[in-house]
């Protein structure tokens, strides 16, 4: 597959060429960006999915929701509705999407919009009667109408933006020299126990400029959360038990290597990023674990599948969601960095 994709390296120049003139559109004023007074920081990546950014996100969340008041936006991906949505008591995934799904059920007390066109999202915000402080924005680092204060920029330890290829050859929206657009740089989906010596070698690959800070990122796995009534069980529990594992997102990996250091064995079911599940999908994770097995899925796959018919196959199995975190290394510099961006703002 890999080496059929290389066949489609003259397509990738066309694609490359294409969003290197709108750039330039946007870096010359041809093109309006728009600039908000609120501090709005965009945690984004060059690749088609699969670098951790709802971890991220919510990172910041939980990191400035004491704060201030603050709101997310995103586009909403997958979602049923248009235009621009704030969830509200009821919402669902097939309503807003299910990162905004995931926002909103962990953290009430945030505002959560989503909308397609990003500049029109953020006044749609700035509008409300208890408008909020920062906005925090999932994704859109090539929406270039909007210009946000601060961007973080992710990319996967396991496939750095520099050891890719533009679409279709690879999973670039844009050529890898748009990262210097980016305020610091995240370097997610970090091993465990990975050298200072091997940090540096990263670094002087991606190279980042003299005003951009580099960080790297590691996943952090909290215990299985029952999702119905079963008995709640603990990470180490899981070291005598065959496990389901059935996801719908872009990059499980990280998550199978985790389930295969602390389970018995692991059988995986994938289904393609955002996948909107069915009785028939669900058929199948139940055949799989027709043993007694336990059923594991991802957070957002849960919250995905809450509130649809579906997940009356899910009330017939022993089945569990698997929450996750992000944890920075010079974490405190981070925090700094975001405090003191945010703090040039006027409240």
Same mark, same amino acid.
């Given at each position: 597959? +890999?080496?059929?994709?290389? &066949? ?24 309006? +960006? ?25 990172? &910041? ?11 997310? @936006?995103?586009? *909403? ?11 509200? #008591? ?60 601060? #961007? ?6 396991? #496939? ?43 670094? +002087? ?8 800070? @580099?960080?790297?990122?590691? @996943? ?71 043993? *007694? ?6 957070? #957002? ?47």
């Amino acid at each position: 597959m +890999k080496h059929l994709r290389l &066949l489609l390296l003259p397509f990738s120049l066309i694609y490359a060429s294409v969003a290197w003139v709108r750039n330039c559109l946007f870096d010359t004023g041809i093109l309006k +960006k728009h600039q908000f007074d609120v501090p709005i920081i965009l945690v984004g990546n060059l690749s088609v999915g699969g670098t951790g950014k709802t971890p991220h996100v919510e990172y &910041l969340i939980r990191l400035l929701q004491s704060r201030f008041k603050l709101a997310t @936006l995103s586009r *909403g991906y997958g979602r049923k509705s248009t235009g621009c949505v704030m969830a509200g #008591k009821g919402a669902t995934a097939d309503l807003i999407g299910d990162e905004p799904m995931q926002y909103h059920t962990k953290f009430p007390g945030i505002t959560v919009a989503v909308c397609e066109n990003r500049a029109q999202g953020v006044n749609k915000i700035l509008q409300l009667s208890n408008k909020p402080h920062v906005i925090v924005m999932d994704d859109g680092f090539q929406h270039r109408s909007v210009e946000p204060g601060f #961007k973080v920029l992710l990319t996967s330890f396991d #496939k750095l933006f520099t050891r890719d290829f533009v679409l279709p050859a690879g999973d670039l929206r844009e050529p890898a020299f748009g990262y210097k657009r980016a305020d610091c740089i995240v370097v997610t989906r970090t091993p465990g126990g990975i050298s200072e010596k091997e940090k540096e070698k990263i670094r +002087k690959e991606l190279q980042p400029t003299s005003r951009q800070e @580099l960080y790297f990122s590691s @996943l952090v796995y909290d215990d299985p959360v029952p999702c119905r009534e079963e008995k709640p069980i603990r990470q180490e529990d899981l070291s005598q038990m065959n496990v389901v594992l059935f996801t719908g997102i872009a990059n499980p990996a990280a998550m199978i290597h985790h389930l295969k250091r602390h389970c018995a064995g692991v059988q995986h079911l994938s289904f393609p990023d955002h996948h909107p599940f069915t009785e028939k999908d669900l058929q199948k994770v139940k055949a799989a674990a027709a043993d *007694g097995q336990i059923v594991i899925t991802t957070e #957002k796959d849960y919250l995905r599948l809450k509130n649809t018919a579906a997940f009356e196959v899910i009330r017939e199995l022993n089945c569990y969601y698997l929450p996750i975190r992000v944890k920075l290394d010079r974490e405190d510099d981070f925090n700094k960095t975001i405090l003191s961006y945010i703090s040039r703002y006027k409240p």
